[in-house]
């Protein structure tokens, strides 16, 4: 009777020491696969980082991310002008409180002997306009062109409201293409896209 005891006792034990060992294994590989699959996700995400780099030949020279339109207001702002066609024009508006001047420049973002046109117009008690040509390099910025603030709007004759037109001169004529605009002014602007329309001549 006491040797079929033990025996059970044996069996028990043996048992338990098993059913613990699989407890212990299963929970180190539960532990392994988490410890993977953060591995993998903190992969993931640093590739979607790397994906979201900007091409630094959008980049102006005080700039440190992809120029986009920014909704506060700003003395200096970039942006990336992207047209599909050389017949579409692209538009962009300029709001400048306190401004007596905007400042406009245009370089070309990818293909060497690309030529794009900025027009830039202003609408106030002496309407006026600026015209600039980039080089056929890339990457390298037109000459300045500056338009004036003469009185505003009656409703605000601090304010500088300009239109600046983008437009494909001449070049490769490869598309989608993009240009880099930058603008300057002793006040403090906001730009709003306009959008694409077929240029008429």
Not at 39 to 61: K, M
Not at 81 to 94: A, G
Not at 107 to 135: H, L, Y
Request: charged share 20%.
């Amino acid at each position: 009777m006491k040797a079929n005891n033990k025996k059970l006792l044996n069996v028990t034990f043996t048992v338990l020491f098993i059913m613990t060992g699989v407890g212990c294994l299963a929970e180190a590989t539960e532990q392994h696969y988490s410890s993977e699959q953060e591995n993998q996700d903190d992969s993931r995400v640093e590739s979607l980082n790397i994906l979201n780099v900007p091409d630094s030949r959008f980049l102006s020279s005080s700039s440190s991310s992809l120029p986009v339109a920014s909704p506060s207001a700003s003395n200096e702002t970039s942006f990336v002008c992207v047209i599909n066609s050389p017949y579409e024009v692209r538009r962009f508006e300029l709001k400048c409180d306190d401004a007596e001047y905007l400042d406009v420049t245009v370089a070309d973002c990818c293909i060497k002997g690309d030529v794009w046109r900025a027009k830039t117009k202003v609408w106030d008690k002496k309407p006026n306009i600026a015209i600039a040509v980039t080089p056929e390099n890339v990457n390298q910025k037109s000459s300045i062109s500056r338009v004036y603030n003469y009185g505003g709007s009656e409703q605000n004759e601090e304010q500088l409201t300009a239109l600046i037109e983008c437009s494909y001169k001449s070049g490769t004529n490869v598309f989608p293409a993009a240009a880099l605009f930058t603008t300057k002014s002793n006040g403090f602007c906001v730009m709003k896209d306009l959008g694409a329309q077929i240029k008429m001549q």
